[in-house]
């Protein structure tokens, strides 16, 4: 499996970013996908999941102004972000997670939030 994140940026608090994750290769092996985030001195953490079925899962820090997507036609998972903050600034990474439990990374894509 091979994700190709793109869509981070800078932006001012309030403001909103789409991030986009196309995923290739085996994606039948796909149970779910979704986004994490690592901000500089700080361990990586889930923002938001999406399962094949359309479960979706979220932090808490992010419930009501975030939300994840897929669109299965273009294996692609979509992160909408709304009201953003300064606090959401990190480098965003995308993820797979197969039927096995395997895990697939795509690069991280840098998201500055700035006040």
């Known amino acids: 499996v091979q994700l190709q994140a793109s869509g981070g940026g800078l932006v001012q608090a309030g403001g909103s970013l789409v991030l986009s994750c196309a995923a290739s290769?085996?994606?039948?092996?796909?149970?779910?996908m979704g986004w994490y985030r690592q901000a500089p001195g700080k361990e990586r953490e889930l923002v938001a999941a999406i399962t094949s079925g359309g479960s979706t899962n979220y932090a808490d820090s992010v419930k009501g102004r975030f939300t994840i997507s897929r669109d299965n036609a273009k294996n692609t998972v979509y992160l909408q972000m709304n009201s953003l903050k300064p606090e959401d600034t990190a480098v965003y990474y995308c993820n797979a997670k197969t039927h096995t439990l395997d895990d697939y990374w795509g690069q991280g894509t840098l998201v500055t939030v700035s006040s």
């Open positions: 290769g085996s994606i039948f092996s796909i149970n779910a």
